[in-house]
């Protein structure tokens, strides 16, 4: 009964994470992030505390080097606050931004003692499962979003209005199409990472990330690809197959008009044409400009930064330019090190998929700040447990197979095991 109420707690936590409404559409932006933050936080810190001693039994050099990777980040970030305490006019906003990788360190540590449990018995695939289906289930439902009476639901999740160019394109419950880009890049790797094919799956996930209509989601999707190839040498085949197949269903529907689809594409040639000099773009120059007045703040005090200051009412997307203009270079080092520990410490056989899920991370963070957006991170963190701490051998690898292949590879795997068992009762003996 207990393993019953813990596998529906792991299936609402995931889902809490990924479908919670923000009010977007409701409240500010500010607002509706705090009110997410808000249900997350109360929603599992009761569950956290009584549930604890299973982080405490699994403890890790794994989880040491985030939890000391965040808080040194958090003194970082007290620090430059203090050394710009005479420049800025601090706001309450301002020591919440202090306290951003307490936040994700709780995040971290929550999935870790919620999820760990189950991943023991059930295997990586089946968190996954529950992951996919929440992200899938919301993204069959978004069509939904093109018909106005649908608006009420949807604006708890997006902050523009409805007709607007940025509410057309998909963006899930993110209310930001390149944070939904993301998201969706990871499921459509993760998938191919699993069942070791490319099906259907593949296709529809490369057309919403294209429907997102967003530019480095779609830099995202092409680097997936590569990677695909690269590591998948059975699939290239049925690689270059989807990839046709998804060309001549964006074609079609481009010429038939289809709004969504025109848009997305409209926008992606503009970037190309305004790259190559030929065209102008409002969300390049924007960009742009926020990225130069970034550096310019970030030349006063390039080794601390110069602290969050929200009196200013300054805007950098750019992930890479707010962190340098906010905690300066030594901020930034701290973060990416930090990052990184997830690759290092991931076990072998999830290695591609932990390059994949950081490369478009990093990719993405030109436009959104995945490790830090809302509801990104939460998932990012979440990866982080899952991948980390995922040791079965059994459960993980055949979750995916028929019946019959999975008891072909049970049984080699108690010989495998009786084996070594044998072999060290030997070397003891001797």
């Given amino acids: 009964m207990l393993y019953l109420k813990r596998n529906s707690f792991v299936a609402f936590f995931i889902y809490l994470i990924i479908l919670c409404p923000a009010f977007f559409g409701y409240f500010t932006l500010n607002k509706g992030q705090m009110i997410y933050l808000a249900v997350i936080f109360f929603c599992t810190l009761i569950f956290f505390l009584f549930d604890v001693s299973n982080l405490l039994r699994s403890f890790s050099r794994n989880h040491t080097y985030f939890i000391l990777g965040f808080l040194l980040l958090c003194c970082e970030y007290f620090a430059s606050s203090v050394l ?32 760990i449990p189950t991943l023991r018995k059930k295997g990586i695939c089946f968190v996954f499962n529950i992951f996919e289906k929440a992200v899938f289930f919301f993204s069959l439902i978004e069509f939904l979003k093109f018909f106005k009476p649908s608006f009420p639901f949807f604006a708890l999740y997006s902050p523009f209005p409805f007709g607007s160019i940025n509410f057309v394109r998909m963006s899930g419950t993110t209310g930001f199409a390149y944070s939904w880009a993301w998201i969706i890049c990871v499921c459509l790797f993760w998938n191919i990472f699993l069942n070791r094919k490319i099906t259907l799956k593949f296709v529809y996930y490369s057309f919403l990330i294209l429907l997102t209509g967003s530019r480095t989601g779609f830099l995202t999707l092409l680097i997936t690809y590569f990677f695909v190839f690269l590591f998948f040498k059975k699939t290239r085949g049925i690689l270059v197959l989807a990839l046709i197949m998804l060309s001549s269903l964006l074609v079609v529907l481009y010429f038939l008009e289809v709004e969504v689809v025109r848009t997305s594409i409209d926008y992606i040639i503009r970037l190309i044409m305004t790259v190559l000099g030929k065209a102008s773009d409002g969300s390049f120059s924007t960009r742009r400009n926020q990225n130069q007045l970034a550096m310019q703040y970030f030349d006063e005090n390039m080794f601390f930064g110069i602290a969050s200051n929200k009196a200013q009412n300054i805007t950098i997307e750019n992930f890479y330019f707010h962190h340098l203009r906010n905690w300066g270079l030594l901020g930034i080092s701290i973060y990416v090190i930090t990052l990184f520990g997830f690759l290092i410490f991931s076990r072998r056989k999830y290695r591609k998929i932990s390059l994949v899920i950081l490369i478009s991370a990093f990719v993405i963070s030109f436009s959104s700040p995945v490790f830090d957006q809302i509801r990104n991170f939460n998932i990012m963190y979440l990866l982080f447990a899952v991948l980390l701490e995922d040791k079965t051998d059994f459960f993980s690898q055949t979750d995916s197979e028929s019946p019959k292949k999975k008891n072909i590879i049970f049984l080699q795997y108690l010989f495998k095991m009786k084996t070594q068992n044998t072999e060290a009762l030997s070397c003891f003996q001797s």
């Fill in 84 to 115: 710009n305490i005479r420049r800025n006019s601090y706001s309450f906003g301002d020591f919440i931004e202090v306290l951003r990788p307490v936040v994700y360190l709780f995040t971290y540590l929550t999935s870790l003692v919620i999820i």
